[in-house]
């Protein structure tokens, strides 16, 4: 080989490298505002709890009415948002299929959480749909091969629910048993909602937009949902400015802008990341409480809260 060809092939060669090194940082890139969308979605998630709280104080509503509430007014500022934007509208049949799973998905979710919350507890269901979400996740990742559950994973989550458990707590409860179990069944037929959902939303649609597919999803899952909110207490209220503004809040951040965000993360991080990362919704929710309502964490949830955060830390800063 001749002293030119030898020049020219380390160019090709460092070209090559540059390349591969450039694709790798793009990459890792992505993989980190991905993580930080899901951070922000779990973080919205949070503060919807307080704000649905509010809510019902305020107009009286049932918690299924209030979720009814939530997808129809997040669903429909995402689909103005994609209609002011100009974002493509689903039309292929693909398409449709991902903005039918996700309403159904997304009402099955609430109605089944609300379910659970009504039949036990507040706090139990709480801490049953969301503590089996990340596994669940973890299991069907696993069965399909995108994520091996090796050590380090099952630890991260056992970590994690165990920091749950004891940031929530586990209520004693004079309920019999056949109560417990229809008030847990619900509480997974919810967490595994959401599960797959998650695992749904990993896999993007050629040409589909998440705040499309979000939106248009959410409108749907509220008209499934409203006649079961309806049987339920009803959907009437007194529209007060406090109202609608608390109603409006809920619907912008912890529903349009969290759920959004949340899709949209899933492109660069795997789902079980995502499913560990909506444990802080329970975090954020607990610190806003401590905060603006005033309540008293014990000594149990501070050290659940300092393991939760450890688990969440730990699976962000995995590498691949």
Not at 112 to 130: P, Q
Request: charged share 10%; net charge positive; glycine share 14%.
């Amino acid at each position: 080989m001749s002293i030119s060809q030898k020049q020219e092939h380390q160019h090709v060669t460092t070209q090559i490298d540059s390349g591969q090194k450039a694709k790798a940082d793009g990459k890792e890139n992505n993989k980190t505002s991905g993580l930080w969308l899901l951070v922000l979605a779990g973080s919205l998630w949070g503060a919807g709890g307080l704000t649905g709280t509010l809510l019902a104080q305020h107009t009286g509503l049932t918690s299924p009415a209030i979720g009814a509430y939530r997808l129809a007014v997040g669903g429909l500022l995402l689909v103005l948002v994609v209609l002011l934007t100009g974002r493509s509208i689903p039309r292929t049949r693909p398409q449709i299929t991902r903005v039918v799973l996700i309403g159904l998905l997304a009402a099955e979710f609430q109605a089944c959480y609300f379910a659970a919350v009504s039949t036990i507890s507040v706090s139990l269901g709480t801490l049953i749909t969301i503590g089996a979400s990340p596994v669940l996740v973890l299991a069907a990742e696993s069965a399909m091969g995108r994520r091996r559950a090796d050590r380090r994973a099952l630890a991260t989550v056992g970590l994690a629910i165990v920091g749950l458990t004891l940031l929530i707590g586990v209520p004693s409860s004079g309920r019999n048993l056949t109560t417990m179990l229809a008030g847990a069944g619900f509480a997974l037929l919810a967490a595994a909602g959401f599960a797959t959902m998650t695992v749904i939303g990993s896999r993007s649609v050629a040409g589909l937009d998440e705040m499309a597919s979000t939106g248009f999803g959410f409108t749907l899952g509220a008209l499934v949902l409203a006649p079961i909110a309806a049987a339920g207490g009803g959907l009437t209220f007194t529209p007060t400015t406090g109202a609608l503004s608390l109603l409006l809040l809920l619907g912008a951040g912890p529903t349009a802008m969290a759920y959004a965000a949340y899709f949209r993360g899933l492109r660069d991080a795997q789902a079980g990341t995502a499913a560990l990362m909506a444990l802080l919704e329970p975090l954020v929710g607990t610190v806003l409480s401590v905060l603006i309502l005033g309540d008293r964490l014990g000594p149990a949830g501070i050290v659940g809260a300092a393991l939760l955060l450890t688990a969440l830390v730990i699976e962000g800063s995995k590498k691949g």
